[in-house]
Structures are given as structure tokens and as C-alpha cells.
């Protein structure tokens, strides 16, 4: 889902990429209604709306698959997708999590980095879109 959706450019920066999230959330959400993906996620409406209105905020990706699994998939599918494309995608970037670290626009450490990759820790959105970035600018 979300690994799909990272722009063809070759190196989308972390603002594209989550506005690919955005959009592709918000559509869900436009699909379905404020209230419906609210009830059935488990979101607050708050955070919901965000979404329908191209934003993702704090969100993380747990927040992201809920939205998804509204759509019909998986949302423990959706997570273990992203997690082994971004686990793939350091290996053919030739990136370790303590490079990402420093790398991206966060306040993770490698440790944290490692733990958000195997979903031990939460993983925001706009985390996700730093990492995705970051991956796709060193495989080219």
C-alpha cells in the first residue's frame, strides 16, 4: 500500500512522499466517510478528518493500516509489507540504521530506527516518508 505509493521521481523528497500518503489515505477516507473509517479503525474522528483533508500529522503507519483495513486489506498485512520493503530497501541502498539516523529529519537514533523497522516502537508517517526518501535517493 504505502510502499506503492512513493512517487516514480527519481528522488522524491520526504514532503512527496507523504503527500503520496496523504492522498492516498484521504481517498479512503472520501471513499468511506469521516464517521465510518472513524468507527470501524478504531481512529478518533480527529484524526480521521486530518486525513480527509490531505493531511497525516502525528499519524503512524499502525494508524495508516487501520485506514486500509476499512478498504478491505489486512492491516497487520499492510504493516509487515512496508516493514520488509524498507528492511529490502537498506539492503540494496547499502544503508544501516544508525546512517538513517543521522539522516533523516527525526529524533530517532539508530536504536529507535531499528526498533521502528520491527515494529517495536511506533513508526510516524512523516518518519516513514524520511526513511522512504532516504532509501530511494542512495538506490539510483
Known sequence: MLQDTVPETA???PDEVQSA???RLAAVVDEHGVETVAEESGLDESTVAQFSDGEVGDAT????????????HDAAAVTSEIRDDLMMGLSTAI???DTVA????????????RQA???QIR??????????A???SRSR
Open 11 to 13: 528522488n522524491p523528497t
Open 21 to 23: 500518503y496523504a492522498d
Open 61 to 72: 503507519l499502525s494508524d495508516a493500516a487501520a485506514v486500509f483495513a476499512v478498504d478491505g
Open 95 to 97: 544503508l544501516d540504521v
Open 102 to 113: 543521522v539522516e533523516i529529519d527525526s529524533d530517532l537514533d539508530g536504536k529507535d530506527v
Open 117 to 119: 523497522l520491527e515494529g
Open 123 to 132: 513508526l510516524r508517517l512523516d518518519e516513514l516518508a524520511e526513511i522512504q
Open 134 to 136: 532516504l532509501i530511494r
